[in-house]
């Protein structure tokens, strides 16, 4: 059976070796004497209207610093051409397909990018043609698109990038542009990527005027809205900013010494601050050079106050401490009170004699034989003696100047563990 179709073919194409495809001959009907640099118009005053409509997108990188959105998307043009039309019942073919240099084509161009790259080049590009003269061409490419951005919410940051179409030699008097319906975020071919959520494309007609040479041309702008994910930025440099400022606080104003002596501190504050310093140039590299610091840059320059300021304080807490201890400053009566209200009533109880004020002693006078050697040796007794109360008083002096700085350091802590919690609240939440 197989062999006996192929043999029929065989006889039929020697019978006509000439024979055509209703395709073909409906092609060289239609394009005999066709001007495929005429606009397709029976009257040069009437205006040709061309539909652009978008028939998908999907974003592949948004660059904040270069302001560009690089994306890939499908454009369909539609416009009626009354040169090309045939009887449906004569040749019994609704649509053929041209190669696009066969017939008139809008110089179409994305005037808002810098780069195209097509997917296939003019060409190899195809048109759809239906009976009535409707001509259907799709143009496909990867174009890296011109985005004005606004980063001052960075991470939680909505773009919205302009993208203008239209023909390029044509004034509004030859070819109107008209567009196609809003594109919602349902649309299974309008995708976003890792980092950018899809939310919309608004359409709009507008036009643009040329002053030199005094002419209107119409296009058709997608305003496409995206708005980013902030995940990463929330893992990566947020809560890890967040989490150093908490433990360099903790190490500013919590003793490290038993002594009360805590001159690490400052180094510590330093390399903190050396960190967000670098943390705030990662923010800063990858947006635009704006006035102003988008909401994670203000958040990193927030902690690096914070720490600063800690650092301030700890070393005023640090110098009063070291001025208390080395010219022997008796506590004043409002630090013992503090001390009683804050848990050391009995420390003071026991030891407020030794703390606030020095004992003497009544010199005896020894006489009789070898009176002056007994007197020598009660004086050395009561210097040694003497010297044993002066160092017992020196150290619970200490004693008492490092519980009131510890308290302090305390009280610096909560304050600044509670200012900190807030800022982080106020920036992330605005």
């Known amino acids: 059976m197989f062999n006996f179709s192929i043999f029929i073919l065989i006889i039929l194409f020697f019978k006509n070796p000439n024979a055509i ?80 240099d066969f017939v008139w084509t809008p110089d179409t161009v994305v005037s808002t990018s810098i780069e195209n790259t097509p997917l296939i080049e003019a060409s190899d590009r195809y048109i759809n043609l239906r009976y009535d003269g409707t001509v259907r061409q799709s143009y496909y490419g990867v174009f890296t698109n011109l985005c004005d951005m606004n980063v001052d919410k960075f991470p939680y940051d909505k773009q919205n990038c302009k993208i203008a179409i239209g023909p390029w030699s044509y004034i509004i008097q030859e070819v109107q542009c008209v567009t196609g319906p809003e594109i919602g975020p349902d649309q299974n071919y309008f995708l976003g990527n890792s980092e950018w959520d899809f939310l919309r494309i608004n359409t709009s007609i507008a036009q643009s005027f040329d002053k030199d040479v005094n002419f209107t041309y119409s296009e058709v702008h997608f305003q496409l809205h995206v708005k980013r994910r902030p995940q990463f930025y929330i893992w990566v440099l947020l809560i890890p900013t967040y989490i150093i400022t908490v433990i360099c606080l903790f190490g500013l104003f919590t003793p490290t010494f038993n002594q009360g002596m805590r001159e690490e501190r400052v180094n510590l504050g330093i390399t903190t601050l050396l960190s967000s310093a670098v943390i705030l140039q990662i923010v800063a590299s990858s947006m635009p050079k704006t006035s102003e610091l988008p909401l994670l840059g203000n958040f990193i320059l927030a902690e690096i106050f914070v720490v600063a300021i800690g650092v301030l304080f700890s070393v005023i807490v640090l110098s009063l401490h070291h001025r208390a201890h080395t010219r022997e400053w008796k506590p004043p009566n ?97």
């Open 21 to 100: 495809t209703v395709s073909e001959k409906l092609k060289n009907v239609l394009l005999e004497g066709y001007d495929t640099s005429i606009r397709p118009v029976m009257n040069e005053k009437d205006v040709l209207t061309l539909n652009i409509s978008m028939n998908s997108l999907t974003v592949l990188t948004l660059d904040p610093d270069q302001e560009t959105v690089v994306f890939s998307s499908e454009f369909i043009l539609q416009w009626q051409d009354q040169f090309l039309f045939w009887n449906m019942s004569e040749y019994n073919v609704t649509w053929i397909k041209l190669k696009a």
């Open 334 to 430: 409002w630090i013992l009170a503090i001390l009683r209200f804050t848990g050391s009533r009995k420390f003071l109880t026991k030891h407020i004699s030794r703390i606030s004020h020095k004992t003497t002693y009544d010199r005896a006078r020894f006489t009789g034989e070898n009176a002056h050697l007994v007197q020598n040796l009660d004086d050395a007794l009561t210097s040694v003696r003497d010297f044993i109360k002066e160092e017992d008083r020196d150290l619970f002096r200490e004693l008492t100047w490092i519980k009131f700085f510890d308290r302090l350091d305390f009280l610096l802590l909560i304050i600044f563990q509670v200012g900190n919690a807030l800022v982080t609240m106020f920036l992330v939440i605005n």
